[in-house]
């Protein structure tokens, strides 16, 4: 089955710890997104990429890595210089980036990473 | 800056009561309007696109339609498996060209 594989689902993380949560995609897609969730709040961006090696800020990139290798996978670092890491992580992919003008809009989501800084 | 407000943040509807969750934005050229279905501890699944104002798509006891201000997602007699959080977002034709998302609002449907 084409589709979106997060893990690990549940992490915990000691304060001070980079922990890097994997993406791993089949639906021969170009871009991937990581999205963070908090509750009562909207879905927000990290970071996006439309092709491999190649990979945009989104509004809440600070304290947080990428990577895009290979075009099945964007992992996402979560770096100590994060304030405050807990939350629920999702990661998407796109047949074509934002900025394509064959963008549609429609993502498919993973299962989601939830993380949590003891 | 693109905004998108959902509403309410919660409802509950007896199975059967029929209902409308609203998504009012503002954006800088609507390129299309987005609605997704989230369970708890799941990633969200998409729904619908609607691209224009009048136009509207239906899936099921689901049906969303568009105004130039807002969206309207309609649930016809719902029933409990319906129960989840439904989240709008837009996708502008700004600089950014990234989906703005809502916040959501939790249906719960009693049996």
């Known amino acids: 089955d084409g589709g979106i594989t997060q893990s690990p689902k549940y992490l915990f993380r000691k304060e001070g710890q980079n922990v890097t949560l994997s993406c791993e995609q089949n639906l021969n897609h170009d871009a991937m997104y990581w999205y963070r969730q908090d509750p009562g709040q909207g879905l927000r961006l990290i970071y996006y990429s439309q092709i491999v090696n190649d990979f945009q ?37 796109s047949a074509s980036g934002p900025t394509s003008q064959l963008s ?6 993973g299962e989601g990473s939830r993380l949590t800084v003891l | 800056e693109d905004q998108v407000t959902q ?25 299309g309007l987005f609605w997704y279905r989230q369970d708890p501890g799941k990633g969200p699944e998409f729904l619908f696109t609607l691209y224009s104002a009048g136009e ?5 006891r689901l049906k969303a339609t568009l105004t130039k ?10 029933k409990p498996e319906d ?7 837009v996708l502008s034709s700004g600089s950014a060209r990234q989906l703005t998302f809502g916040s959501g609002t939790q249906l719960t449907v009693l049996p």
């Open chain 1, 57 to 93: 800020k989104g509004d809440i990139a600070e304290g947080y890595s990428v990577s895009r290798e290979k075009k099945e996978s964007f992992p996402l670092t979560v770096t100590s210089a994060q304030k405050n890491p807990t939350a629920f992580y999702l990661c998407a992919s």
């Open chain 1, 104 to 109: 549609t809009g429609e993502l498919f989501f």
């Open chain 2, 56 to 60: 509207e798509k239906e899936k099921e």
């Open chain 2, 7 to 31: 509403s309410p943040e919660a409802l509950r509807l007896q199975e059967g009561e029929s209902s409308s969750l609203n998504c009012s934005y503002t954006v800088s050229g609507l390129r």
């Open chain 2, 83 to 89: 129960s989840a959080t439904y989240l709008c977002a």
């Open chain 2, 69 to 78: 201000k807002e969206s309207f997602l309609h649930i016809t007699a719902p």
